[in-house]
């Protein structure tokens, strides 16, 4: 069984670089994408960002200034680094895998449990 | 951006009610769309893929349809474990997006 595993700090200043790790278990982290997802409490959800386990990535359009998504396959892991935090940047961090399906829709088949980030000072 | 848009962000139902939840796509998205379950402090679950694929290990009263612009995700007889907040995520180009959420709540 597949799982996911944030780790990193949960509370960072305004304007410093928020940066959390993913690390995946029971499974290769060979041959998927793998993504962050955010939702700041009490509202919806956000993608973020993906990277193949080749290195290439995409990320949202809204954040890509500020964000870079890096991977470890030796150690299993993927990363996140989110720069210039605001308060708004404030959520709930998931990482998840998307499973490909030739043909049809990709979707997210596993999830972490999650992470609380608090922007303050 | 593909905008998703669920048209009630809450609706007050009933253990054993017949459930529908709506979703459309700003633009033609085929089948690309994807139904999420997430109760309150956990990640969201997947229910339904492609539209009308049932996940593995998903409940058959869970179903979904729809193509191009307009979806629906229905619950056939709601349980008292279904009480939790559903999103559509569409799949068919990058930024990936979801709809804001349609929250069941007990009546």
């Known amino acids: 069984q597949v799982q996911l595993q944030e780790t990193g700090p949960r509370l960072v200043k305004p304007s410093e670089t928020l940066s959390l790790t993913c690390t995946v278990s029971g499974g290769s982290i060979n041959n998927y994408y793998w993504n962050w997802i955010r939702q700041p409490p009490g509202k919806g959800l956000e993608w973020i960002g993906y990277i193949y386990h080749s290195g290439s990535t995409n990320y949202n359009p809204s954040l890509r200034s500020r964000l870079t998504i890096s991977m470890d396959t030796s150690k299993n892991q993927f990363s996140l680094k989110l720069s210039s935090v605001t308060a708004a940047d404030t959520a709930v961090y998931y990482c998840?895998?998307?499973?490909?399906?030739?043909?049809?829709?990709?979707?997210?088949?596993?999830w972490g449990q999650g992470t609380l980030v608090t922007v303050s000072s | 951006d593909i905008q998703m848009t669920q048209s009630l962000s809450s609706l007050s139902t009933s253990v054993g009610d017949r459930v529908t939840i709506t979703c459309r796509a700003s633009q033609s998205i085929g089948s690309y769309l994807n139904w999420y379950q997430q109760r309150p402090g956990k990640a969201p679950n997947l229910l339904i893929y492609a539209a009308s694929s049932l996940q593995s290990g998903v409940p058959s009263r869970f179903s979904g349809s729809g193509s191009g612009t307009d979806f629906t995700l229905t619950i056939s007889s709601l349980q008292p474990e279904d009480f939790a907040t559903y999103y559509c995520?569409?799949?068919?180009?990058?930024?990936?997006?979801f709809g804001q959420g349609t929250k069941l709540e007990i009546k």
């Open positions: 995520q569409q799949s068919y180009s990058p930024p990936y997006t």
């Open positions: 998840a895998r998307i499973q490909t399906v030739t043909g049809t829709s990709d979707f997210f088949d596993y």
